[in-house]
């Protein structure tokens, strides 16, 4: 057969592959979060949107001084492939920085990944055929639901309130789709300074997800990028310091450091760990050397708990500017405010969208990031996230002044030309509970 008489699928004027990819890469959008990335970054713009952290309050020399030591004590190893479970020496680091929330592993246990990003992927890789359930708050980090649906999970929400994720939401959220013979596979929760919206998992309700979880042969996957940033009061102890055998944790030098290093990790049950360092092989064959070994040292030779105090520092000043702009331009609204972390959840007068209302507001010279980002059931609408990590205290006031301009004018041409009425305001919620359209 010649090649000019293979069938080829058509393709569109675009993309001539368009019909050749595979199913999985359906689910493949860019997000929300991403495409405002490129608006966002303009310097009139005060964007609320990304959650990058404020790597300049890092010392520079120090970073500096741990590239230079690498180099000229380990250059031939941060130079070459490395284990697929990472480098040891980080690894009994990364057991010191999790004792700090409760946490006691073993180093056997511990696999450093390019980022909490890639374990997430790996993680999915290992449990999830398409079809499979993974449960994860309402609303859920945005990169995770991204993976979630790469690897053809159907991601179903759980209701949370101000002590975080609901157990009655979950119990019979579970139930139900036991009820319909569904697969649960694992939960997918953020217990601290939950991203995006801003809550805390009580320390009452952790010992009861996980006895819920345990009774029902559900895996728990915990991300905790953000529990060492609190402001005042530590995070509870972690899901993982209660259940060493149900729980896959996941922590991030990406918000305590830097994000440039891409180092995070996973702490899994013995037999889990043997898998995911295979998958993380195929994947990458081995995460960094040279950032690992520059992590390793930074934090061997710095005061690496001073320097996450500083940074707590930073953020409580932010939040709290951020609060303190939300009470004097926008009190009618309701939003939470967290004990720790980068964000804010905004509720906003069902009336309004904030996937609409963006463009006029990056008009305004102000982003945020749409609650739709955060639902994979298409939610969200009247609600947003905030980020008050990275713009400084009096930015901060200048964006969340501007966003005021934008929701009342929203709301002014809605009563002019609607004829709706008084305004009618968001209940003191994070607008999140009601149940979801359609559990299939
Ligand atoms: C909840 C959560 N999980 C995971 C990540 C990924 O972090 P990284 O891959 O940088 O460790 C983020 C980043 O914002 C996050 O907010």
């Given at each position: 057969m010649s090649d000019q008489s293979i069938p080829r699928s058509p393709g569109n004027n675009l993309d001539p592959w368009y019909a050749n990819y595979a199913e999985r890469t359906s689910g493949l959008a860019a997000s929300e979060v991403r495409a405002l990335f490129a608006v966002a970054s303009r310097p009139e713009v005060v964007s609320l949107a990304g959650g990058m952290p404020f790597v300049s309050a890092l010392p520079a020399e120090f970073?500096?001084?741990?590239?230079?030591?690498?180099?000229?004590?380990?250059?031939?190893?941060?130079?070459?492939?490395?284990?697929?479970?990472?480098?040891?020496?980080?690894?009994?680091?990364?057991?010191?920085?999790?004792?700090?929330?409760?946490?006691?592993?073993?180093?056997?246990?511990v696999v450093t990944t390019t980022g909490s990003q890639q374990a997430l992927d790996l993680v999915t890789k290992l449990f999830i055929d398409p079809g499979d359930v993974i449960l994860a708050e309402a609303p859920s980090y945005v990169g995770a639901i991204g993976v979630f649906r790469s690897y053809q999970a159907s991601v179903v929400h759980i209701a949370m309130d101000d002590d975080g994720l609901n157990p009655d939401a979950l119990r019979e959220t579970i139930a139900h789709l036991r009820g319909q013979g569904r697969r649960i596979k694992f939960l997918y929760t953020i217990p601290n300074f939950h991203n995006p919206a801003g809550v805390t998992l009580s320390a009452a309700r952790r010992p009861e997800i996980l006895e819920i979880c345990r009774q029902n042969e559900i895996l728990v996957l915990e991300d905790n990028p953000y529990g060492l940033l609190h402001f005042d009061e530590k995070a509870p102890d972690a899901l993982r310091s209660i259940d060493e055998n149900g729980v896959i944790y996941l922590g991030s030098f990406s918000k305590t450091l830097a994000p440039g290093f891409r180092v995070g990790w996973a702490l899994a049950p013995h037999a889990i760990r043997e898998k995911l360092i295979l998958a993380a092989e195929s994947a990458v064959l081995s995460p960094s050397a040279f950032s690992q070994l520059t992590v390793s040292e930074y934090l061997a030779s710095t005061d690496w708990k001073a320097q996450i105090d500083t940074f707590r520092g930073v953020y409580k000043a932010r939040k709290e500017a951020m609060v303190a702009a939300l009470e004097e331009y926008l009190p009618d609204l309701s939003w939470t405010d967290p004990d720790g972390g980068f964000y804010v959840w905004l509720a906003l007068p069902d009336r309004l969208d904030s996937k609409q209302m963006l463009p006029r507001a990056v008009k305004e010279l102000v982003a945020y990031t749409p609650g739709t980002a955060f639902f994979a059931d298409g939610r969200g609408r009247h609600a947003m996230r905030l980020s008050f990590c990275y713009p400084t205290p009096e930015n901060i006031r200048v964006g969340i002044r501007r966003l005021a301009t934008v929701v009342n004018g929203e709301l002014d041409l809605l009563d002019t030309f609607a004829g709706t009425g008084p305004l009618q305001i968001a209940s003191r919620d994070l607008h999140v509970s009601a149940p979801p359209p359609d559990l299939d």
């Open positions: 970073i500096t001084g741990s590239l230079e030591k690498v180099m000229r004590e380990q250059g031939g190893a941060a130079l070459q492939y490395g284990s697929g479970a990472g480098q040891p020496a980080l690894r009994e680091q990364i057991l010191e920085v999790m004792a700090l929330e409760g946490i006691r592993g073993t180093v056997d246990n």
